[in-house]
T-cell receptor, first 114, second 112 residues
Framework: EADIYQTPRYLVIGTGKKITLECSQT?????MYWYQQDPGMELHLIHY???????EKGDLSSESTVSRIRTEHFPLTLESARPSHTSQYLCASSEDGGRYNEQFFGPGTRLTVL | SQQGEEDPQALSIQEGENATMNCSYKTSINNLQWYRQNSGRGLVHLILIRSNEREKHSGRLRVTLDTSKKSSSLLITASRAADTASYFCLQLPSGGYQKVTFGTGTKLQVIP
């Protein structure tokens, strides 16, 4: 079944740890996105990708990094987590052209850094 | 900031009433999309309106777009308790530039 997956769903870790949030989609979409959502609800684009080997920074500055080695996989890494990274992280994908870029979202990863 | 503004920030209505929420944006757009988010989970696409369209319907949803005012509105008619959620607009910029921008969101509570 075509879908977009994020793991883990919840993560509680200590300061200084390196973490990777996984995002995979089985829809063959070229475009993928990472958003950070504050407790107050606002969504901020932090990274996006047009396709394999393409990554761009979004509007909100983030200490995280991303990679796009395979079409279906767009992991986000924090080298040294801090309490300020506590947030919900949402991954999304969309087709290139065609349906005017409707985005399909994963369920999100809720990260808490102690 | 490119963030779009939505109003109201929160809205509480009785079941059966209509709910209207508005989205304003700053740059010219290719299209504008509305999404729903339940209980802090992922977002679900509801409806898309292109820059050359003025109104669009989908079931109980009606979206309007005024490009001269750079604003859009989402109307949910005959609301149900299941419509309780947060609603966001997303702007896809024109000119082939694909950095999308979400609005600030409206929290809708529909009271049974």
């Amino acid at each position: 079944e075509a879908d977009i997956y994020q793991t883990p769903r919840y993560l509680v870790i200590g300061t200084g740890k390196k973490i990777t949030l996984e995002c995979s989609q089985t829809m063959g979409h070229d475009k993928m996105y990472w958003y950070q959502q504050d407790p107050g609800m606002e969504l901020h684009l932090i990274h996006y990708s047009y396709g394999v080997n393409s990554t761009e920074k979004g509007d909100l500055s983030s200490e995280s990094t991303v990679s796009r080695i395979r079409t279906e996989h767009f992991p986000l890494t924090l080298e040294s987590a801090r309490p300020s990274h506590t947030s919900q992280y949402l991954c999304a994908s969309s087709e290139d052209g065609g349906r005017y870029n409707e985005q399909f979202f994963g369920p999100g990863t809720r990260l808490t850094v102690l | 900031s490119q963030q779009g503004e939505e109003d109201p920030q929160a809205l509480s209505i009785q079941e059966g009433e209509n709910a209207t929420m508005n989205c304003s944006y700053k740059t010219s757009i290719n299209n504008l999309q509305w999404y729903r988010q339940n209980s802090g989970r992922g977002l679900v696409h509801l409806i898309l309106i292109r820059s050359n369209e003025r109104e669009k319907h989908s079931g109980r949803l009606r979206v309007t777009l005024d490009t001269s005012k750079k604003s859009s509105s989402l109307l949910i008619t005959a609301s149900r308790a299941a419509d309780t959620a947060s609603y966001f607009c997303l702007q896809l910029p024109s000119g082939g530039y694909q950095k999308v921008t979400f609005g600030t969101g409206t929290k809708l509570q529909v009271i049974p």
